[in-house]
T-cell receptor, first 114, second 110 residues
């Protein structure tokens, strides 16, 4: 099993550009989520999904869009990049909601917006 | 307010020392999580516990529900234990989210 994979590992964008961060898992997990990690702060939840076709907003959803057309894939779209979106982004998956299930994390995407 | 606080923020110790990292939370919990973030950035789950104590190798996690406090201990610490250790707990009103601590950066010197 590959676990949770993310692409790209690094990305530089100019303000106003759009892009999609890819996330895939091969563990048949129902729950998937996107976090951003900024220096000195805990992980912050952007969006999550409890199954194919179902998504919901987390703590910091503005400027981001998600969809879940399959169990395996959960892409994160930046609609119009801003310098405030410079961060490290992690995708995670678990069998069920993270309060009760172990989460598996992807390797992260380091995004810089200039 | 839902909060998870860790202490210390930074910890430097010599190889072989006994390490303790603390996590206090104000949320009611079903389970508290401890995770490790390697210097390369990868995050792995270490423990999930709702009562008592769990042990895995040289790592021990304890929780006191009444005091809303959890500790992560490392015995016979080694430079490869150098990492950021993160605790997280769910808020009362969500089955799908966690409140995350800011992490404790641990450096073990040889």
């Amino acid at each position: 099993n590959a676990g949770v994979t993310q692409t790209p590992k690094f990305q530089v964008l100019k303000t106003g550009q759009s892009m999609t961060l890819q996330c895939a898992q091969d563990m048949n997990h129902e729950y998937m989520s996107w976090y951003r990690q900024d220096p000195g702060m805990g992980l912050r939840l952007i969006h999550y999904s409890v199954g194919a076709g179902i998504t919901d907003q987390g703590e910091v959803p503005n400027g981001y869009n998600v969809s879940r057309s399959t169990t395996e894939d959960f892409p994160l779209r930046l609609l119009s990049a801003a310098p405030s979106q410079t961060s490290v982004y992690f995708c995670a998956s678990s069998l069920g909601g993270p309060p009760l299930y172990e989460q598996y994390f992807g390797p992260g995407t380091r995004l810089t917006v200039t | 307010k839902n909060e998870v606080e860790q202490s210390p923020q930074n910890l430097t110790a010599q190889e072989g020392e006994f390490i303790t990292i603390n996590c206090s939370y104000s949320v009611g919990i079903s389970a508290l999580h401890w995770l490790q973030q390697h210097p390369g950035g990868g995050i792995v789950s270490l423990f999930m516990l709702s009562s008592g104590k769990k042990k895995h190798g040289r790592l021990i996690a304890t929780i006191n529900i009444q005091e809303k406090h959890s500790s992560l201990h490392i015995t016979a610490s080694h430079p490869r234990d150098s990492a950021v250790y993160i605790c997280a707990a769910p808020p009362m009103d969500s089955n799908y989210q966690l409140i995350w601590g800011a992490g404790t950066k641990l450096i073990i010197k040889p």
